[in-house]
């Protein structure tokens, strides 16, 4: 019966995910879709199913989504653009090394999806106004927030559980994650701008003062002053509280999570906005990611409740038991491939209580030298595929919505080359670290 149940669940999910990436039809329908035949047949109780998904993640986008959205609308982002233009003298280049150091960057520190929401219209506006391909630069600064947030603790959301989970802090990852992901980050900048260096110099060449006066003449209109002091005052709240909302809630005596942090500044920012302006707003929230995800959740807890993660962790256990050096990069090289065909948080959680278990095994690597392999492993081959991470799924679904089709053949061609360099470059990195004893 349990045999006939794992096979049906892992049919659902590979035709839920065949479905999604041939982009033939919304992807939050199949993702819902999906989930609720693991309820129909029986695999996943509705109480199940609820409790798979990551409610703090959804509440995280919302709120996020909707402080987004209120600056979007006060035309914040075009106004940025034309000062990072101004600034940089019009120079697609350093533009683009500029936008790729801040997403590593700020991923250390913040939510990538954060960071991502962020950039992703910043970016778009600058495409617009250079005429340059945004698409390929979205994707780079989604792989440079992937990489820049397994250096810490709070960057992405597999090192938190993973921390959380085995007991390693911010010091520890800042110390043995941090330099690989640093180094990683720049292999990336230079590898994303050989690919695209033809583009970026097609876009400066027609770069003329009759050009740029035209692009300035037809961007000078002033930002909504009003709403652009909420979006900017309640998206600075909710950095703060997202980064500092642990010691808070120590300091509090009450508990703040994630969700929160993003959605008690919307909230208050929707208040001080006026009817007409919060209206049009909320009509910009992008809905349709927020189900995507919850129907995401559902899909993957049918594998985790078939134990499929762990069986495949201790299968892999088994067959590197007499070799340290081969266990390490199994846990690096088989979940981090596996991230890009499922969202990265859940094999992170199912993968935490395996590290759990392998460590009190006889003989095993230490377990500090397997989490830094396996988290380096989930946050890089996150990068793979359009609903590998959480960042991923946002700026994917953000442009589709307001720039136009991606398509999956665009994203693995521009992703997986650097992000399987990279990989490399990181399991190297593990092992060296296991040979010298520095872990």
């Known amino acids: 019966m349990k045999e006939a149940a794992m096979i049906l669940t892992v049919i659902i999910f590979v035709l839920a995910y065949i479905f999604i990436a041939t982009e033939k039809f919304p992807r939050h329908w199949v993702a819902l879709i999906g989930g609720g035949l693991l309820i129909v047949f029986g695999i996943l109780s509705p109480k199940e199913a609820f409790g798979y998904i990551n409610w703090e993640t959804l509440g995280l986008l919302a709120g996020m989504f909707t402080l987004v959205s209120i600056l979007e609308e006060a035309g914040f982002f075009k106004w940025l653009a034309m000062r990072a233009l101004k600034k940089f003298d019009y120079h697609p280049v350093s533009l683009f090394v500029i936008l790729i150091v801040f997403a590593a960057i700020m991923s250390m520190f913040m939510d990538s999806i954060t960071v991502m929401l962020f950039l992703s219209a910043l970016t778009l506006q600058l495409g617009r106004l250079l005429k340059l391909d945004p698409v390929p630069l979205v994707i780079a600064e989604v792989c440079a927030a992937n990489t820049g947030g397994s250096a810490t603790l709070v960057g992405d959301p597999p090192n938190v559980i993973l921390g959380t989970t085995l007991g390693f802090n911010f010091t520890d990852f800042a110390t043995h994650t941090g330099p690989i992901s640093l180094i990683a980050s720049l292999l990336l900048l230079g590898m994303f701008y050989l690919t695209n260096r033809k583009a970026l110099k097609n876009a400066h060449d027609l770069l003329n003062e009759e050009t740029i006066n035209e692009i300035e003449e037809l961007h000078k209109e002033p930002m ?216």
Not at 272 to 298: C, H, P, W, Y
Not at 414 to 429: D, E, G, R
């Open 224 to 439: 909504h002053a009003h709403m652009t002091r909420i979006g900017l005052t309640f998206f600075a709240f909710a950095v703060f509280l997202l980064i500092f909302h642990t010691p808070l809630s120590r300091a509090l005596g009450f508990h703040i999570n994630a969700a929160m942090a993003a959605l008690i500044p919307a909230a208050l920012a929707l208040i001080f906005m006026q009817n007409n302006d919060r209206k049009k707003t909320l009509l910009k929230v992008d809905g349709e990611s927020i189900l995507f995800f919850a129907g995401l959740f559902v899909l993957i807890g049918g594998l985790e409740k078939m134990q499929l993660f762990e069986q495949l962790a201790i299968s892999l256990s088994n067959w590197a038991a007499d070799d340290h050096g081969a266990m390490v990069m199994a846990l690096h090289w088989v979940p981090g491939l596996a991230s890009g065909i499922v969202d990265n948080v859940p094999l992170a959680l199912g993968m935490s209580y395996v590290l759990k278990d392998l460590a009190q095994m006889p003989g095993a690597p230490a377990l500090a030298l397997m989490v830094w392999s396996l988290a380096l492993g989930v946050n890089l081959g996150g990068n793979l595929t359009p609903i590998g991470a959480s960042a991923n799924v946002v700026a994917y679904s953000f442009m589709e919505k307001n720039h136009g089709s991606i398509g999956w053949k665009r994203w693995l061609t521009v992703a997986v080359p650097p992000t399987l360099a990279i990989m490399i470059f990181a399991s190297f990195s593990v092992l060296f670290k296991g040979q010298i004893g520095w872990f």
